[in-house]
């Protein structure tokens, strides 16, 4: 594996494990976009929702399941369907739980 250095010095996590270029950027992003998912835009939550999924981690993932299990309870049917839609991709037990629990009363 090889590690980045920026300026002579490894970045370092805060466990003081040495990242990747990679892993240094998500370090940034993810809090950023968790900030984000408290947007006044819709648009804006939902590609901060998008992107976190994406990403996968354990902070990302846990981050989105408090704003989706909220969309599922949306006025606008194609929301509730994005929203178990990403819970299905998420597929751990937590999410399962959150879709199946508020999907239960859905017609």
Known sequence: MIYV??????????????LTEAAKALEDT????????????????ANATDALVRIGTPEAIQSVLTVLKQALQNEDSAVRANAAK????????????VLKANTADQP
């Open 5 to 18: 250095t920026k300026r002579g010095e490894d970045w370092k996590s805060p466990t003081g494990t040495l």
């Open 30 to 45: 993810v809090p950023a976009l968790i900030r984000v998912l408290q947007d006044v835009d819709p648009t804006v939550r």
């Open 86 to 97: 990403l819970l299905e991709k998420i597929g751990t037990p937590e999410a399962l739980k």
